[in-house]
């Protein structure tokens, strides 16, 4: 089972750029589809983006698409989530997730972070 940490968070203005990071042990990192989610306070946990293992294909909300990009470096063992124009609506503790397939990692099943808390002001 892989270790996720992810990293990154803060607070930011609107309109304003972050990038998390997760950090993923394991030797098979490679392996994993890997995917961002997110939970904003007294709602349910969504879904964000993900990036499969095969071919580093990236998958995205709607809310989100345009203004998030996912990534990873296999080198590094590492996923990123950049994150450009931050809106209010933004603001959430995001989670990293990880699992063989991308299916799997897109309905929340799997390996999970710990969080990260992005808070973005007005």
Partial sequence: QVQLVESGG????????????CAASGRTFSSYAMGWFRQAPGKEREFVAAISWRDSSTFYADSVKGRFTISRDNAKNTVYL?????????????????DATTGRVVRGEGSWGQGTQVSVSS
């Fill in 10 to 21: 803060g607070l930011v203005q609107a309109g304003g750029s972050l990038r998390l990071s």
């Fill in 82 to 98: 950049q994150m450009n124009s931050l809106k209010l609506e933004d603001t959430a503790v995001y989670y990293c997730a990880a």
